[in-house]
Every structure is written in C-alpha cells, then in structure tokens.
C-alpha cells in the first residue's frame, strides 16, 4: 500500500466483515474475530524505524516518456509513484498548496494529522516527481467549450505523442475493468436495472476487433446490515439527500465503531460471454444501432439476473419481512421461529443460497441471535419487561426494515405472483385458468420497473414449476372458486402480503392522485401530492403499511403510469385513469384475501402449538 499511516487512520475496514478468519476461529472462541488489518497498518506505520533504504529508488534512467497527473489525491500519488521507478518523468498538478487532495481537505485533523499527510506524499515525491501546486488544470474544459469534439481532442494527444488510455486501449492490452452495474447505490434494498455506461464502450472496443471475447464477471456484494438504513428511510419518507460532505465523512467513519453491523457476502456467479452475447464482431449487432442496444440490454440483463440468483438471502431479510407482515403487532420468540420455517422450506426446495444466519433461523437460538442484531431500533424493537420477550418493528422503523426485506423479495416474488393470480382467478365467473395466466402476465408488466424477471418463456416455465407443488394443481385451477381457495390454504408459504403490498399500495396512491391532475404534473409534484394523501390514508388505515409512502417507491410508480400513458393528453384519459386505479384496487383485494388465508393458517397453528403444550403438560 502506498500509505498505510493514512489507511490506517481512515479506512472504513470493508474487508474485515468478511474476513475468513472470522470464521476459522469460532470453533476456537466465543467471540471470534477478523485478522485487524486496518489497525495493523496504523501500528507497523507508527512503529517503524528508519525505512529510507527500503523505499522504492528513482529510476537511475529516463525512458523519455512524460506524464501529467492533475491532482495530487491518493489516486495520482498512487500512479506517481507507481511510474516513476519504471523511468517516466512524472508532474503533478493541484490546485491546491500542499499534496493529499480529499485527505488533507475532508478528514478532520485529529484523525489524521498533517504530519502523516506529509510524510507519505513525500515519500512519492522522493522518487523524482515534480509537484507544481496551486496549478488547477482546466485546460480539457477549455478545449470542449470552444467546439471541438472530444474525438478531436483524443487525435491531437495522439499526434503529440500520448498513449490515449481509452476502452480499446485497455481491452487490447487485457487490463481488468470495474463496471458499477447499478450506477449508483440502491436506497431500497433491492437490486436497480442496469445502467449500460462503461459496458457500452466496451463492447465498442470488443466489436471493433480489439479482442477475440470478453468476460464479463459479476460480483454480488451483500450485508447483514448497513449504517446507512437510516439515512435511506429518511429520503424515502420525503427527506433530501443528506450531501456527502465533511460531516457526513466525520459521522459516517464514526459510526462503524458504534456497533457490530456483520458480515459481507461476496459471491462470483458464472461469467457472462461478451461473444455469445453479442455474437461476432463482425455480425448484426456491430452493423445496426437498434440491434446493438437491444443485445447490450439483455446482455446487462444477464449479468444482474445471476448477480441475484447468486446473493445470499440473509436472517435481517426474512425477519424483517416477518415482522412487517405483522403492522406493528409484536411476536414471541417461538411465533417467530415457527412461522418462518415455511420460508425457509421454500428456499431449500428452489435452492436459493443462505446465509449461515439465515440456516441458524432453524433453530430458537439462531431466530434470538438474529433479533438481537437487529433490536435496538435497527430496525427491531424489543419488550422484554413482560413475562416473555417480543418483539415487533415501530411505524417510524418501517422503511429501515423494508431496506432488509426488499433483498429477499426476488426470491420469493414469482410464488407471491402465483398467489395474488390465484385470489383473481377464483372470482373469475368463466374460464378460471385464463384468468390465472392473464392475471400472472398482467403483474410481470406491472412489476417490471421493480424487479428482474426471466424472459417470457422461461417466467411461464417457473410459474408452472411454482404450481406443480399442489397437488391436483391443473384441476383445481380449472375448477375454480372453493376449489382454488383450498389451493391457497394449503400453499406454504404464504408470502405475497409480506413482499408485495408495499409496491402496488405505492402504486394506487400515486393512481388516486393522478385523478383530475393536468397531463404534464411534474415529477416533484406528483410527489409531494402522493406523500400528502399517502400520510392521511396511513392515518386513516386506509393503506396498511408505512412504508408505502415513499419517495424512492413513488419514482418507480411514476414510470408504471408513463408506461400505461397515463401522463399523454387523450380524450379518454380521465377514463383510462380512474379504470387503472380501479384495477389496482382490484389487486389489493385480492391482497388481502390472500392475507387473511394468512393470518387464519398462523392463528390455526398457534392453536395447535397451545394445545401441544396443555397435553404435555397434563401428561
């Protein structure tokens, strides 16, 4: 590492989650722990002798290359130091009077003391680069804002004699690339469509010939908690986002010493063939432009869709998803343990990789170990004054839960399709099983702005996978009615309330609201209305979940009714609006006949569970 005194003093330690010796050593200790890496910087930094003769040497010959690094953050030392012992004649522009950029700027001083700064930058400059402060380079901007093109720019670095480090560049040479699928990070758990940025000028690169394939491989990244739930909630109930400046740096590292947030969860599903994707350089795709986007769309489609197939489901997840069904009801340790078996039977029937969290849940001791985690308010609120403890999530703690329980729903989100299909179908007057299958194709277009779904041959194949777990599935269907209703009380489990209502409640607020607007309401207006109604209808019970009145929910359902051209100027669009919001409704009927199937199949087994224990103890 190029600065361990700084890294030592600043580093939010993400490695150390999950460290594996975190998990060699719990057959050895209570409470095992990860090798301290970030400490262990700061100490060997701190405790270290005279270490000039160890440090890299200047090149003893020049190659005759130069090269400007604008900005004198760790980034450009890093390459600083990097190039100049190969014999690069390295500059270093910054604006400002003294090297370290965002370190010495941003990070409070008792943190980081200046004199560490100092040290580990001079160290770069030691080896020969030249530092010209107070020197802010603009000269890029410059040339753009006179009308030249950026391709212009490019061919005179080039003419110059400059290596243009582009896309091509970098493929050609195999050099490995880090392409942030999502764009930016997800404010509600689950997973965004992808952006194609980067991947696009990759695959530029790949179809002029720069290499004969490229191997895209995913990366899933999950946590058992974040420090940042809280600030989510905030901006999904209304708030702005908070700016990420030096209070937010100060508060931010000091937060992740105030408690354990768990463990991270790095998975590499199989990687993602940019030749089989795309086809050959020469093919369709590099020919016509329409065919291109489409062929990168899917093929970003893929890489997300095994990143989810690949991300654990942790305890956080499901217990929250648990508590929130419940609307502020608290549970016992034995209600919690014994109604999320069903879960958990799902997941090992479909296979869906677990946290050992959510393996422990088990058992009563992994179900306490994972509320105790979470009690305290993150999100979890614990009453152990009482008899026997419970537990139960406060209205304010609802859109932090549903931080947690929105990375499970892709796992269950086609069951809980097949649920809310089957309440429609059994009203349907004729034909029943027509009506299953329209209902089922009607809530993947409405839901596709939320989540990820197969493509429709492969969705209808796992839709009829999910049915042929009934038994008589087929004939039942057909029948229709009671029949149909039987189906439901069998089905285990019961899940489309606990995934699902949040969504589509978000989605008739923001239907009502529309009613009467004018075609072009803005985004920041239809907003502000939706979370108005959205807080009286919570008041009024009207709408069951709190966290339905979100801002970040809102956006999506925004584009559901662009989708469905609600917001273009038509003669019938007062009458389209007011039959989607009726269709809506619809939806949430059938929601909370589901529902209550629900709660009747959890009081039925709390019956039996009470019954169990009077004849044991009788016996």
Not at 86 to 98: I, K, N, P, Q, S
Request: charged share 25%; with cysteine.
């Amino acid at each position: 590492r190029s600065f361990p005194g700084i890294l030592g003093r600043t580093c939010d330690r993400p490695c150390e989650p999950a460290c594996r010796r975190g998990r060699v050593e719990e057959a050895n200790a209570q409470q095992p722990e990860p090798v301290a890496i970030c400490r262990l910087k700061r100490v060997a930094a701190d405790m270290k002798d005279d270490v000039s003769q160890r440090m890299p040497r200047p090149a003893r010959k020049k190659n005759g290359r130069r090269v400007a690094c604008i900005g004198a953050g760790p980034a450009s030392l890093t390459v600083a130091r990097d190039l100049a012992p190969l014999g690069y004649d390295v500059t270093v522009f910054d604006g400002e009077a003294r090297a370290g950029g965002f370190i010495r700027t941003q990070i409070p001083r008792f943190r980081l003391p200046e004199s560490v700064i100092d040290e580990e930058t001079g160290y770069v400059f030691d080896l020969g680069v030249e530092f010209r402060p107070g020197q802010r380079v603009v000269i890029v901007d410059d040339f753009l804002a006179n009308g030249r093109t950026a391709a212009a720019l490019v061919e005179m670095a080039r003419e110059a004699g400059a290596e243009v480090l582009g896309a091509g560049f970098i493929v050609e040479k195999r050099f490995n690339l880090n392409w942030s699928i999502e764009g930016t990070r997800s404010r509600t758990g689950k997973m965004l469509p992808p952006k194609l940025g980067l991947l696009a000028y990759v695959a530029d690169a790949y179809l002029d010939g720069r290499s004969e394939d490229i191997l895209l491989q995913p990366v899933s990244i999950s946590f058992d908690q974040l420090h940042e739930t809280a600030e989510y909630a905030a901006y999904a109930r209304g708030g702005e986002k908070t700016p990420e400046g030096l209070s937010w740096l100060y508060h931010y590292i000091k937060a992740q010493g105030d408690r354990n947030f768990g463990k991270i969860y790095v998975r590499f599903p199989e990687a993602v063939s940019m030749r089989e994707q795309l086809g050959p350089p020469d093919g369709a795709v590099a020919t016509d432009p329409a065919v291109k986007r489409l062929a990168l769309q899917k093929m970003a489609f893929e890489v997300a869709w095994r990143i989810l197939r690949a991300t654990p489901i942790n305890a956080n997840g499901l217990v929250s998803a648990l508590l929130l069904t419940s609307r502020g009801l608290a549970l016992t340790l034995d209600q919690l343990h014994h109604t999320l078996q069903d879960a958990l039977d799902y997941l090992e029937r479909k296979q869906i990789p677990m946290t050992n969290s959510a393996l422990r849940l088990r058992t009563t001791e992994g179900v306490r170990a994972a509320l105790d985690a979470m009690s305290g308010g993150h999100p979890v609120t614990a009453v152990e004054s009482g008899r026997q403890p419970v537990w139960y999530i406060a209205p304010q703690d609802e859109h932090e839960a549903a931080f947690y329980r929105n990375s499970t729903i892709d796992a269950f989100l086609e069951t809980a399709i097949v649920e809310l299909a089957m309440a429609h179908a059994a009203k349907a007057e004729s034909n029943p099983v027509e009506a299953f299958w329209s209902q089922v194709m009607r809530l993947r277009d409405l839901l596709k702005f939320e989540f990820y779904f197969a493509d429709s041959a492969s969705f209808r194949e796992h839709i009829i996978e999910e049915m042929s777990w009934q038994a008589n599935c087929e004939q039942q269907l057909a029948e229709g009615g009671e029949a149909i209703y039987a189906m439901l009380r069998a089905k285990r489990p019961i899940i489309a309330g606990a995934m699902l209502r949040p969504f589509l409640e978000a989605y008739e607020l923001v239907a009502d609201v529309l009613r009467g607007t004018p075609p072009d309401i803005s985004e920041k207006d239809l907003t502000k209305r939706a979370l108005g109604i959205g807080r009286q209808y919570v008041a009024q019970g009207r709408i069951r979940s709190n966290e339905s009145v979100s801002a970040l929910l809102f956006t999506t359902a925004r584009q559901v009714v662009v989708d469905q051209k609600l917001l273009e100027p038509a003669p019938d669009l007062e009458e389209r609006r007011t039959a989607f919001l009726a269709e809506l409704r619809s939806i949430l009927a059938d929601l909370a006949t589901v529902d209550s199937i629900g709660w009747i199949k959890f009081d039925l087994r709390e019956l039996q569970r009470r019954k169990g224990k009077k004849a044991i103890e009788a016996e």
